[in-house]
């Protein structure tokens, strides 16, 4: 049973940075990749940024290419997504997101190939 937990989410002016967690148990084992997505108000879940379970290769978004990163912490199934140089248009909750098997790199982008999902925890850029 994969259980996926974010919190670190705030309110942080434009140019600040956050540290966003996602605490995963039982994606040791079987998962194929995680992401992060997100979604603003009246908008569709995008993806920010994925990374394969094996291998660690990563993919981001044009819109955050540059300014986030996506981490690990392997010891304590932590994901992490460290998010720099934000923008008003960064506001939305975030989510991570898991997929056990394997998908292509276009379906990797898309909210309804992965299986499991966190609450989500809310970002807002605002001065």
């Known amino acids: 049973q994969v259980q996926l937990v974010e919190s670190g989410g705030g309110l942080v002016q434009p140019g600040g940075s956050l540290r966003l967690s996602c605490a995963a148990s039982?994606?040791?084992?079987?998962?194929?990749?995680m992401g992060w997505f997100r979604q603003a108000p009246g908008k569709e879940r995008e993806v920010v940024g994925r990374?394969?379970?094996?291998?660690?290769?990563?993919e981001y978004a044009d819109s955050v290419k540059g300014r986030f990163t996506i981490s690990r912490d392997d010891a304590q199934n932590i994901l992490y997504l460290q998010l720099n140089g934000l923008k008003p248009e960064d506001t939305a909750v975030y989510y991570c997101?898991?997929?056990?098997?394997?998908?292509?790199?276009?379906?990797?982008?898309?909210?309804?190939?992965?299986?499991?999902w966190g609450q989500g925890t809310r970002v807002t850029v605002s001065s």
């Open positions: 990374i394969l379970w094996s291998g660690g290769t990563q």
């Open positions: 997101a898991a997929r056990r098997t394997i998908a292509s790199i276009q379906a990797l982008k898309v909210a309804a190939s992965y299986d499991y």
């Open positions: 039982g994606v040791a084992f079987g998962t194929y990749a």
